[in-house]
């Protein structure tokens, strides 16, 4: 299990969408949107990350997908919050509206979410989109 740097992507749409990976949401205007991960370093290939315990900081790079409707930005310092991080080991980084780094100490087994809010700058909302990173011990 590789601690090395990871990418992730998202996609966002204005609407709800079927099927192949896509996550339906409800936007904070309680209009439908739908969300899609790409990357990461699971086999899923579905944004997921997994870390070794005690591998050293691990780095992950948030960004739109190419195809990602240039609306859609990450806009202020609280675009990305975790749960269930009691050891406090993930932070971000950066102030892109493109591009979030998330850090992972790695010093202990950790099952969280990074929740991250995606702002649609022509509807003038903001979308949830929640995957995972796991933290195992290395084996």
């Not at 699971?42 to 315990?53: E, Q, T």
């Not at 609306?71 to 749960?83: A, E, S």
């Not at 087994?109 to 990173?133: F, S």
Request: some cysteine.
């Amino acid at each position: 299990m590789s601690n090395n740097p990871t990418s992730v992507s998202l996609d966002v749409r204005n609407s709800s969408s079927n099927g192949d990976g896509w996550t339906n949401v409800q936007a904070a205007n309680g209009a439908p949107y739908s969300y899609k991960y790409t990357g990461g370093n699971h086999s899923d290939n579905n944004g997921k990350v997994v870390f070794g315990v005690g591998g050293g900081n691990a780095a992950v790079t948030l960004g739109f997908a190419s195809t990602t409707d240039p609306r859609y930005q990450f806009v202020g310092n609280n675009v990305v919050t975790f749960q269930n991080d009691p050891n406090g080991q993930l932070s971000t980084h950066g102030a892109a509206t493109g591009t979030r780094v998330i850090n992972d100490n790695c010093s202990a087994e950790l099952d969280a979410t990074y929740k991250v809010t995606v702002t649609d700058t022509t509807a003038n909302t903001t979308v949830p989109c929640d995957p995972v990173i796991q933290n195992k011990p290395a084996k």
